[in-house]
């Protein structure tokens, strides 16, 4: 069996799952052949191309089969719980507890790419006022009111505050059809003024004393009703030991993103890893998974680097990128331009950075909240990416941009000017909508537009 | 001559300002036309005009409000980002708001501010009551409808004459700046036990907008006041790019079962035909 990485087609995954399979191959419950995935709706499968291994597989299969394992949990008596907008915090509460389950409707702003709009989420949104002006998150709004996609959650949980518009009133119009989110604020974070106590929170971004303080009162009143719906008080232990499976998770997936990135050949595709930060978020419905998702992962990349086996032939440009997309297949278009990627800021870095350990851990929990990049100034996100960039050897910055979104318009100028005065690097801003095929050729055309201002800039 | 602090926000209460000793100006933005894509209109326009006053107040109400703090163009010392909480319902935004309001405070004695007294702070917040209550309008004639939403360029007043001339009135502003935007009418017995406290309250627990969570004294407002003013249809008023106030177009026409109609304002002027053409058809239909 030839195990050297590619990138292949769904068709070929037919083949290449027999062979791992005639290998010897053992896969967890959710395991099987990708192609099945279609059978579901998942259209946009067959316009991506995927690495070939197991772990691949593996993590894929555990991607798109998380609806199924939400309503298992749901038979199995488990309490989901809907957290929107923060972006990794409280379901590290929820999975806290024994009988609770988290998970991020938001997510479903994937479901008109991965199903090629074929469902009636967005036609749902339409009718509710929650038309294409807003971002492709809207589709939330559609699957709640279809029922579709995930099970109704027990407890709706959304921080809003210093939130992006688009979801502060997507969760609103989700209200007053008839749905109850437990509202909790997430103050703008601000920089200490001089002598006001400061803390340095998880990622290098400071905070006042008193805004973490606010925080933690807001996550206690989060904490009191995971306790009630769950019927089992949420006590610092439990809470502790959550937040130390949360930094083994972290810490797995620093692993992996500091290899992706830093290895001479590259040895994951950029859509896996893009896949594999998004588990990080919530634990696509199952921690213990997670672990082992990442775990297959790791091995496989290390494998692969040890062995000086990577994807893609020529020296290809090294690209950060900065926001997600709203198409998947934006991820392989910029390898087939010639690019890697060699850093990303996908707008929740606070769910990668480690959480204090030394604190209490409702302290450690508000700092993490506060170390949001979507909280703080454009400035402080901009200066972090400029950061990283330096760090991770960028040769270009790629942002692109949510359409729709109320925060891009101003916080991509802001990133691209930093970046572009302290940096020096060629920045591109593209805006990605959520099926690009009509405007492929364009996304394309400057995407080797980027890659070839970085080899002019190799040979000079 | 005393420091002027712009603003444009409701929450930012006037009377904190002058009680300090200097001059409150609500800042009522012109152009913002050129703003960049995505970029609305009225913070572009509000960051430009408060670009030449001492001191700018911008508040955490939006999120493109928020964002534009940081491209003013004025020394970041002068400029103040007020943290207006979205929730409103527990103890613990409402003690944000009033710690954001001291803080304010300390940012205007650093611009040559005196922190006032509480018999002065009073005394400044019954000047305004007064101003408040004395400054109704009287409208009579004409289909009456509502004029509900952002607040107003200075080039966006014609709207209000455009409704005239069709024949209707603007029975109801309930646009910012509009009585809308009026905290609640301060108690005697609160201004004398903390006039800081009050003042927090009736803004903070009062005012109806479309960022708050929930947004149930918005609600509440417009289908009290539509009912209490027969009102017959309503104008909704908005930005470009602005999604709180475009999100309440079908709310509003769910809730109030009056027509509704959406103007899209800091586009371009030939949209303000198209615009004329939209309120003359619904006070037309209305008559």
Known sequence: ?????????????????????????????????????LADGDYRLLRLRYDNSAAA??????LLTEESRLFKARQEGKKIIGTMKDLGTVPIMAYSLPNAIAFYPDGAWWVPCIMENTTRDLRIADSLGIDESFCP??????????????????????????????????????????????????????????????????????????????????LQRIRRELSTVCSRELTDDMLAAGIRVANRVRGMLRELRQLVFTAPRCPLPALELLIAE???????????????VYQDLLDEVRRRVADNQGLFPADPARIFWVNPVADLRAMN???ECGGRLCGTEFLFCHALDEIPEDVSPMDALAQMALADPMVGSAGDRAMRICNDARR???????????????????????????????????????????????????????MQALVEAVRQRRAR | MSVSIAYLSPFVPAEWIEAHGLRARRVE??????????????????????????????????????????????????????????????????????????????????????????????????????????GAVVVDGGTPV?????????????????????????????????????????????????????????????????????????????????????????????YLWCDQWHAQLVRLKESLKIPVIEIDLGGQDHDLPRIRTRIESLIGILR
């Open chain 2, 29 to 134: 933005a012109e152009g913002g036309v050129s703003a960049a894509a995505g970029a609305c209109p009225l913070a572009t326009a509000f960051a430009q005009c408060a670009s030449d006053r001492d001191a700018v107040v911008f508040t955490t109400t939006c999120d493109q409000m928020r964002r534009m703090a940081e491209r003013c163009c004025i020394d970041p010392s002068r400029v103040f980002l007020m943290n207006v909480p979205a929730t409103w319902e527990t103890a613990g935004a409402f003690a944000l708001y009033t710690a954001e309001l001291r803080r304010l405070g300390r940012f205007m004695v650093r611009l040559g501010g005196i922190a006032p007294a509480a018999q002065q702070l009073a005394t400044v917040m019954r000047e305004h009551d007064i101003a408040r209550r004395s």
């Open chain 1, 57 to 62: 597989l593996r993590l894929w299969n555990f």
């Open chain 1, 392 to 446: 991770l050897n960028a040769e270009a910055v790629l942002i692109s941009r949510i359409p729709g979104a109320s925060h891009c318009a101003l916080e991509g100028r802001v990133i691209r000017e930093m970046i572009e005065s302290e940096l020096r690097l060629p920045v591109l801003e593209l805006e990605v909508p959520p099926l690009s095929d009509a405007v492929g050729p364009a996304i394309q055309t400057r």
């Open chain 1, 333 to 335: 278009l910029l390898e």
């Open chain 2, 146 to 238: 509502a004029m509900v939403g952002a607040p107003l360029r200075r080039e966006d007043r014609w709207l209000f004459d455009c409704v005239n001339h069709a024949g209707g009135c603007v029975a109801l502003d309930a646009t910012e700046g509009g009585p809308r935007c009026w905290p609640a009418q301060f108690d005697e017995r609160g201004m004398a036990a903390d006039p800081l406290a009050e003042l927090a309250r009736k803004y903070f627990l009062t005012i109806p907008d479309a960022f708050r969570r929930p947004d149930t004294l918005l609600q509440e407002y417009l289908q009290r006041e539509v009912a209490l003013r027969t009102i017959r249809g309503v104008i909704l008023v908005r």
């Open chain 1, 278 to 292: 998004m588990l990080a978020i919530h634990y696509c419905s199952d921690r213990g998974e997670t672990l082992a």
């Open chain 1, 137 to 218: 998150v809207r589709a939330m709004l559609g699957a709640f009111v279809a029922c579709e996609h995930f099970p109704q959650p027990d407890l709706l949980i959304c921080s809003v505050g210093a939130t992006c518009d688009d979801f502060s009133a997507i969760a609103q119009r989700l209200a007053s059809v008839g749905y109850s989110p437990f509202w909790w604020e997430i103050p703008h974070r601000r920089r200490p003024d001089p002598d006001e106590p400061a803390v340095t929170l998880p990622g290098g971004f400071a905070a006042p004393v008193s805004q973490v303080a606010f925080v933690k009162g807001e």
């Open chain 1, 1 to 37: 069996m030839n195990d050297l990485p590619a990138q292949i087609s769904l068709d070929q995954w037919a083949e290449r799952y027999r062979q791992l399979c005639d290998g010897g191959l053992r896969e967890p419950w959710y395991g099987g052949p990708l192609a099945r995935h």
